[in-house]
């Protein structure tokens, strides 16, 4: 499906989109407090959770309504703009009528089209943009599902939002970056609007400027960062969540890099090394192509004696070969896993492909 989108906000310059505020509105006092404090950094979007999806029940999943007026107030006294999440049909009703100047939908409903769809139907008509979260689990199909369901419902002021995704393993971050999704989400849509929710993706404090400058290094175009006058007393989310100062110091130490330049001497060296990479890769694809060969030739006889394909204890030695080799070559431990199973499970195809055939040494 072919979409062209518009900014969702009209940024001067091309400056990054700010979004910041509480991850849950708790009273009336706090948000107006938070958001008089960031009125004076000049944030562009003012964000609070009104209603809250929660993993379990029993957790404070959102003061509903109430809230709304709170965030009216904020754009009456401060002029911000307010932002909050929506994940059913009276949510976009009620976010409306109090003048919500742009919806957000959450992580667990992009997960289900269902849902995405009743939003869909809900805001049909009106001129109003949305922000759209990655799913849970990292898959790129649902999210750009999500994005045509909003689309064909008559709304080109679209972005997404970058919040990381779901990992069962040991990580430091709370929803694991996996930049490779936003990175192909850019790639297919130049011009969707993309913004970084550092505080999801780190789940805690002193990561947080390191992941805003890695979006920013990746040429997103804004961050949304929980922020709370008093984090530890947070009714959610409370480790993650910074003061106004601590947002504004972390803010004015990141780096905004320029998307390319007129600077030719800079344009031939870069153009020069790019091609020296293009030559790599092409000696990398050529020996993949000779390992599936082989691949090839192990499946036929592992066929011939009636073997299974996978063999756990040669994966093992591959793997832990790999990682230790690749550190040596300054290549994470994660590239590596990422690399050589995705290697593993070519050439696991490939072998399938020659037990499955008819040629010689079926039984």
């Known amino acids: 499906m072919e979409m062209t989108f518009q900014p969702i906000l009209d940024q001067p310059n091309k400056r990054p989109i700010v979004i910041a505020g509480p991850c849950s509105a708790e009273t009336e006092e706090q948000v107006l407090q938070t958001a008089r404090d960031l009125a004076k950094q000049n944030i562009d979007l003012f964000r609070s959770g009104i209603w809250k999806p929660r993993t379990r029940p029993g957790s404070f999943e959102g003061i509903g309504v109430p809230g709304l007026k709170w965030l009216k107030r904020v754009k009456e006294e401060t002029g911000l703009k307010v932002t909050t999440e929506v994940a059913k049909t009276d949510h976009v009703f009620e976010a409306l009528k109090h003048g919500i100047d742009v919806l957000w939908i959450g992580a667990r409903t992009t997960v289900n ?147 390319t330049t007129d600077n030719i001497e800079f344009l031939e060296t870069l153009e020069h090394l790019r091609n020296e990479i293009d030559e790599i890769d092409d000696e990398i694809l050529s020996l993949l192509g000779k390992r599936m060969e082989l691949a090839d030739s192990i499946g036929r006889y592992k066929k011939r004696n009636n073997i299974a394909i996978l063999q756990p204890s040669r994966w093992n030695e591959i793997l832990e070969r790999g990682i230790a080799k690749g550190a040596i070559k300054g290549l994470s431990e994660e590239f590596m896993e990422i690399y050589l199973k995705a290697i593993h499970q070519e050439s696991i195809n490939h072998q399938e492909a020659v037990m499955s055939s008819k040629e010689e040494g079926a039984i």
């Open 113 to 259: 089209p269902f849902s995405v769809q009743e939003v869909a139907d809900a805001i049909k008509g009106v001129d109003i943009p949305v922000l759209i979260k990655n799913p849970i689990n990292p898959d790129l199909s649902l999210w750009i599902g999500a994005i045509e369901r909003i689309y064909k419902a008559g709304i080109t002021r679209i972005g997404v939002i970058h919040r990381g995704f779901a990992y069962h393993g040991e990580t430091k971050y709370r929803n694991v970056p996996f930049w490779q999704f936003p990175i192909e989400l850019k790639r297919r849509f130049p011009d969707l609007t993309i913004i970084c929710d550092n505080s999801h993706i780190c789940g805690r404090r002193d990561i947080l400027f390191d992941v805003a400058q890695k979006a920013f290094d990746l040429d997103f175009d804004g961050i949304m960062t929980e922020v709370h006058p008093d984090p530890d007393k947070a009714w959610s989310d409370a480790a993650q969540q910074i003061t106004p100062d601590q947002f504004k110091e972390l803010f004015g130490r990141l780096v905004r890099r320029n998307p």
